[in-house]
């Protein structure tokens, strides 16, 4: 939090200036008592002026801020401002500034304060980063190229713990030439990126990814096996979504969305495993038959072995799977598939 009120010193910086031009900074930047902000068009028709017209009054009025006697006396409060952003990274999304700077009701008059402010830099919302603040035009390009070569080296499906992560990401500021941050800068730094997020587990990865942008319980559910680490019951998986994500979900539709997602593999009666894993998809003959393209013919039990490593059914199901057309019993007593 900064050490003034911004609502004061945003009202006593618009207090010198023409009433058109105060009532419309007032309004496009919601500093009134209900902190709603209006657009060009509807303040231009209040006035019956263009919206273009009310831009070029919004701007010169900006100016006029920056060139009356009360933004040079509010000189400490901008520098105490610009301190705070600095002490939080001095490149932070609009987000961000508003939530660990001002209260809620603050929240439009920070926003005023840094567009008239001569020591900030905005930069506007793209297909890559969020609208955001800078106060060093270096620094912020320097870790902007970073979280862009970030972005570019991260595996499509891949997630990453977050202290792993953030040693990832502080190696490529460091080709940067940036060294030594602390970590809550390095996480204000990747909030800017649309292109790499972090999910309800603090895994981070690409933005784009099922296992980062958390969207149906199919993708709760990869994130509860994942943490699980071993196969789980589909009852199991819906109670821990419950517990991990504080998000209801049904037994039964659990169960009708694993089966839909070939992240999932069924490997017992009513249990499911994650592919990636190492899991083969399909029933106990499926997985016999992968085993002998595999490795040629095999006893029964070497197959058991190698099955109950796939699947947790019971071995008279294994042999009982055996008996069908497509494999068959060789005069040493091996299995093999019918050519």
């Known amino acids: 939090m900064i050490p003034f009120s911004p ?8 207090s010198e200036l023409p009433e058109r031009s105060r009532h419309v900074l007032v309004e496009r930047f919601g500093l009134g008592p209900k ?3 209006r657009t060009l068009d509807s303040i231009g028709k209040e006035y019956g002026i263009t919206r273009e017209r009310i831009r070029q ?3 010169h009025g900006v100016s006029l801020v920056r060139e009356s006697s009360k933004y040079a006396e509010h000189s400490a409060e901008l520098n105490d401002l610009k301190s705070a952003l600095h002490s939080l990274g001095a ?3 609009n987000e961000t500034i508003l939530s660990e700077i001002a209260g809620e009701k603050d929240r439009n008059h920070v926003v005023f304060i840094l567009t008239v402010g001569h020591q900030f830099t905005d930069r506007r919302e793209s297909n890559d980063f969020h609208a955001r603040w800078h106060t060093d035009e270096q620094l912020a390009d320097q870790v902007e190229r970073a979280l862009m ?8 499906d891949r997630l990453t713990p977050e202290e792993e992560f953030m040693q990832i990401f502080a190696k490529a500021l460091r080709q940067e030439g940036i060294k030594n941050r602390p970590t809550d800068v390095l996480t204000r730094w990747l909030v800017i990126s649309k292109r790499i997020g972090r999910n309800p587990l603090g895994e981070w990865g690409r933005a784009d990814s099922p296992h980062v942008r958390i969207k149906n319980t199919r993708d709760f559910a990869y994130l509860t096996l994942r943490r699980h680490g071993s196969p789980m019951h589909f009852t199991e998986v819906a109670k821990s979504i419950k517990n991990l994500f504080s998000r209801d979900a049904n037994p039964a539709t659990t169960h009708n969305e694993l089966i839909k997602d070939n992240r999932f593999v069924l490997v017992g009666r009513g249990l499911y495993a994650l592919k990636e894993w190492g899991y083969q998809p399909g029933v106990v003959r499926d997985v016999i038959k992968l085993i002998l393209e595999r490795e040629g013919a095999l006893t029964r039990e070497e197959i058991i072995d190698r099955v109950r490593r796939e699947r947790y059914v019971k071995d008279a199901t294994i042999s009982a799977n055996l008996q069908n ?7 040493d007593g091996r299995h093999s598939l019918v050519k």
């Open 57 to 59: 009054i919004e701007n």
């Open 91 to 93: 490149l932070l999304s």
């Open 35 to 37: 902190g709603i902000s």
């Open 7 to 14: 609502r004061a010193v945003s009202k006593d910086l618009l």
């Open 149 to 156: 070569n970030l972005a570019e080296s991260i595996d499509a």
């Open 325 to 331: 057309s497509i494999f068959v019993r060789l005069p």
